[in-house]
Nanobody, 116 residues
Framework: VQLQAYGGGLVQAGGSLRLSCVASRIGFSAYDMGWYRQAPGKQRELVAEITDDGAVNYADSVKDRFTISRENVQQMVYLQMNHLKPEDTAVYYC???????????WGQGTQVTVSS
């Protein structure tokens, strides 16, 4: 199983980025997909998740700014990030969960840096 995340970079506050994650060797459509982030000196936290049937959940800090979506045929999950703030600076990780089988996988992370 491989999750490859990309799309991070350096952006000014107020700007936008779109993160993408492609999954391989996984029954993608059955998995709940999520984006997590970890800032220096902080614990990894959930940013957004989308279940296998399309239900979404967001951290309060990103509601109304970030949008998670998925394309099952292409085995992709996206995170559209708008109105970025310096506090969004972190390494962003793609996550796949299949709770009933207790399977969980992580991507390698992509750096997002928001300058003020």
């Amino acid at each position: 199983v491989q999750l490859q995340a990309y799309g991070g970079g350096l952006v000014q506050a107020g700007g936008s980025l779109r993160l993408s994650c492609v999954a391989s060797r996984i029954g993608f459509s059955a998995y709940d997909m999520g984006w997590y982030r970890q800032a220096p000196g902080k614990q990894r936290e959930l940013v957004a998740e989308i279940t296998d049937d399309g239900a979404v959940n967001y951290a309060d800090s990103v509601k109304d700014r970030f949008t998670i979506s998925r394309e099952n045929v292409q085995q992709m999950v996206y995170l559209q990030m708008n109105h970025l703030k310096p506090e969004d600076t972190a390494v962003y990780y793609c996550n796949a969960k299949y709770l009933r089988l207790r399977r969980e996988y992580w991507g390698q992370g992509t750096q997002v840096t928001v300058s003020s």
